[in-house]
């Protein structure tokens, strides 16, 4: 009983190392999103897609990349990390069905900086 | 652009009722989702309400009103392990938009 699965759980980056944030559910879920989650500001959405091949920019996509190659996975790319991408990343997903779909987060990933 | 308020901090006792407001003011409305949050835990969904009134879950319960942009989470029968972050979403389309949350303490 998987859900989403987030890898790593935990990572520290020298600035302007590159990195991917793994992301794979296996609910057969359309939509899938990554977030960030900084203190006082909530979640806020980095970059989205609605099914393969398909991917949207959402509020903060400067610096990041995402791709979506298959259903089930959906990495994310930081290009040349910067301090300012110290954060909390959760990837989540849902099905498009029905409006009442809850989105399914991953347990996140705790990214620093340096 | 979305605009979703929620109060910052609150703090209730054991066995007591607590209500978490929520404004918002979006571009777009397909419903209204409560998420629970631990501290270094991920969001777990709560409710949902795309109608006015009010739907109960448990010691839980949501309400909607539409036309005031407005909805709130009652906790009731408060329990330790109630203390949490929770956080108001709104759906635009297949989009959430968050609140900042609301961290509730729970004390004996």
């Known amino acids: 009983n998987a859900g989403v699965t987030q890898t790593p759980k935990f990572q520290v980056l020298k600035t302007g190392q590159s990195m991917t944030l793994q992301c794979a559910q296996d609910m057969n879920h359309e939509y899938m999103s990554w977030y960030r989650q900084d203190p006082g500001m909530g979640l806020r959405l980095i970059h989205y897609s609605v099914g393969a091949g398909i991917t949207d920019q959402g509020e903060v996509p400067n610096g990041y990349n995402v791709s979506r190659s298959t259903t089930e996975d959906f990495p994310l790319r930081l290009l040349s990390a910067a301090p300012s991408q110290t954060s909390v990343y959760f990837c989540?997903?849902?099905?498009?069905?029905?409006?009442?779909?809850?989105?399914?987060f991953g347990d996140g990933t705790r990214l620093s900086i340096l | 652009g979305q605009n979703i308020d929620q109060p910052t901090e609150m703090t209730a006792t054991e066995g007591a009722i607590v209500q978490i407001n929520c404004t918002y003011q979006t571009s777009g409305f397909n419903g209204l989702f409560w998420y629970q949050q631990h501290a270094g835990e991920a969001p777990t969904f709560l409710s949902y309400?795309?109608?006015?009134g009010l739907e109960e879950k448990g010691r839980f319960s949501s309400f909607l009103s539409r036309s005031k942009g407005y909805s709130y989470l009652l906790l009731k029968e408060l329990q330790m392990k109630d203390s949490a972050s929770y956080l108001c979403?709104?759906?635009?389309?297949?989009?959430?938009?968050f609140g900042a949350g609301t961290t509730v303490t729970v004390r004996a």
């Open positions: 989540a997903s849902s099905s498009i069905d029905r409006l009442n779909q809850p989105q399914h």
């Open positions: 309400n795309v109608l006015d």
């Open positions: 979403a709104v759906r635009t389309d297949y989009k959430l938009s």
